[in-house]
């Protein structure tokens, strides 16, 4: 299993940044790809970005040039860089890890982008 804690939400202004991260731990090892989703009130869970374990990104259309996913290997953490935020990206931004025998996923962290 893998335990992954998500931080970084919040409110942030039409046109700010905010930067999450998510903190893995446990079955490092057998994790081939971390993403980043996202649920909005009513509306069903999407994929926002992902980042394999060779490094290659997919990011959904509609976040492409705003959002960058990354990771630090050696803190075993998974970063989104959100810039350019707008209303409809606000939702509950969840931490992914696929696993060849499962999917972990955190707990979710709120992010807010209004005036």
């Known amino acids: 299993q893998v335990q992954l804690v998500e931080s970084g939400g919040g409110l942030v202004q039409p046109g700010g940044s905010l930067r999450l991260s998510c903190a893995a731990s446990g079955s490092i090892f057998s994790i081939n790809v971390m993403g980043w989703y996202r649920q909005a009130p009513g509306k069903q869970r999407e994929l926002v970005a992902t980042?394999?374990?060779?490094?290659?990104?997919n990011y959904r259309d509609s976040v492409k040039g705003r959002f960058t996913i990354s990771r630090d290997s050696a803190k075993n953490t998974v970063y989104l860089q959100m810039n350019s935020l707008a209303p409809e990206d606000t939702a509950v931004y969840y931490c992914?890890?696929?696993?060849?025998?499962?999917?972990?996923w955190g707990q979710g962290t709120q992010v807010t982008v209004s005036s």
């Open positions: 992914n890890a696929q696993r060849a025998t499962g999917a972990n």
């Open positions: 980042i394999t374990y060779g490094g290659s990104t």
